[in-house]
């Protein structure tokens, strides 16, 4: 397989580009993830995160989710923006449609999308502003 980009490993995994396609593979080169992306961030263990996972953000047709290091899309790619980081309580702001809410690091919708704007807060118990 001749790649594109390789950038560096972490978790295990790289995400890698091959024929205009982001996936992801091993150290042993084993594609793990299919190369169906159009953009793969890093696989990183979640430090605002209560339940520590191991997820990347992942878009496909101009829409964002999460997926975990078996490949599963553990939050569905059909955000117009995602965040980049999960608040410490386990949500994340996300925008489809044209509005905001949160959806959970199970991929439930748990604060409903009808805000203009919203923001997290990690200060004390943190706090959301819509």
Known sequence: MKLSRVIIFREGLVPVQYNGKWGYIDKQNK????FVYDQADYFFQQTFSLEGLNIARVQRNGKWGYVN????????????????????KGICE????????????????????????????????????A
């Not at 594609?31 to 299919?34: H, Q």
């Not at 290091?69 to 410490?88: A, C, H, M, P, T």
């Not at 704007?117 to 990690?122: A, D, I, K, P, R």
């Open 31 to 34: 594609v793990v993830i299919p």
């Open 69 to 88: 290091k078996e490949g599963k899309e553990v939050i569905l790619v059909i955000y117009d923006q995602i965040r980049d980081y999960f608040f410490s």
């Open 94 to 129: 996300a925008m489809r449609e044209g509005k905001y809410g949160f959806v959970n690091t199970e991929g439930r919708e748990v604060i409903p999308f009808i805000y203009d704007f919203v923001s997290l807060s990690n200060v004390g118990e943190g706090s959301i502003m």
